[in-house]
């Protein structure tokens, strides 16, 4: 998992700034496809795209998030060379929260900003049992989120392909503990949605810990996906923390 775990839908090459989108639990770099069209020139997107789905559907998963995101921070340091940021929503906030300490580690400078999305902050992880669940349970926890078309998982075999990825990322997600890290300099946003389920406005504001640069707090309309029928708003968002 080194080059494989990036997916780069525009090529800006003169770019001014790497973003790189981290997504959800469950989630494959597809989600960020339409999201270029939408930024300026001067910002190249790089999707991150986990093992075990969509075009890595034979890649194994890792042992747990850190080994995870360590052979992220392989694929992300040429990008890390020059001005960066992440964008992380849901699991993909607390990935890019360790990806931007592994990334510092290896001697890359920080970002510009980092923007996480629909999670706590680490320190205040809730852990959970929802990989242990039956696939019944974990389809049940799949709609109460809003994440997932119904009609995909009806399908037997995609229905068992789909929650087998997202079993193993709610397992990543769940059995991570925060590491005392000191914290970032670099500016931090926060972005959620007014009726997540999983996520109040206090909450969110946990992320204040992880920085001492300026950090924010953005909320949008809707639940804990938001970002898909809010998209046009968070992108537009999205330019203005990174201008």
């Given at each position: 998992m080194t080059e494989s775990s990036l997916r780069c839908f525009v090529p800006r090459p003169g770019a001014a700034?790497?973003?790189?989108?981290?997504?959800?639990?469950?989630?494959?770099?597809?989600m960020y496809a339409p999201w270029p069209e939408r930024l300026p020139p001067e910002i190249e997107l790089h999707a991150v795209q986990y093992?075990?789905?969509e075009d890595r559907l034979g890649d194994p998963f890792p042992e747990n998030l850190g080994a995870l995101v360590d052979t992220?921070?392989?694929?992300?340091?040429?990008?890390?060379?020059?001005?960066?940021?992440?964008?992380?929503?849901?699991?993909?906030?607390?990935v890019a929260y360790e990806l931007v300490h592994a990334l510092v580690a290896?001697?890359?400078?920080?970002?510009?900003?980092?923007?996480?999305?629909?999670r706590?902050?680490?320190?205040?992880?809730?852990?959970?049992?929802?990989?242990?669940?039956?696939?019944?349970?974990?389809?049940?926890e799949l709609m109460r989120l809003g994440g997932t078309t119904p009609e995909v998982l009806e399908s037997r075999g995609l229905r068992a392909m789909i929650l087998k990825y997202v079993r193993e990322d709610?397992?990543?997600?769940?059995?991570?503990r925060a590491r005392d890290l000191p914290p970032l300099g670099c500016?931090?946003?926060?972005?959620?949605?007014?009726?997540?389920?999983?996520?109040?406005?206090?909450?969110?504001?946990?992320?204040r810990r992880v920085t001492q640069g300026p950090a924010e707090v953005r909320v949008f309309r809707g639940g804990h996906f938001y970002l898909v029928p809010q998209r046009h708003a968070v992108i537009a968002a999205l330019r203005r923390a990174l201008a």
């Open positions: 700034l790497r973003l790189i989108c981290l997504p959800h639990g469950g989630g494959g770099a597809s093992p075990g789905r992220l921070a392989d694929a992300a340091m040429p990008l890390a060379h020059g001005r960066y940021a992440l964008f992380g929503h849901s699991m993909g906030a607390t290896r001697g890359a400078p920080e970002p510009v900003r980092l923007v996480v999305s629909g706590e902050a680490p320190h205040d992880e809730r852990g959970g049992q929802v990989h242990r669940l039956d696939d019944d349970g974990l389809h049940k709610y397992r990543l997600i769940e059995t991570y500016p931090v946003s926060v972005f959620l949605g007014d009726a997540d389920p999983d996520l109040t406005v206090a909450e969110a504001s946990g992320w």
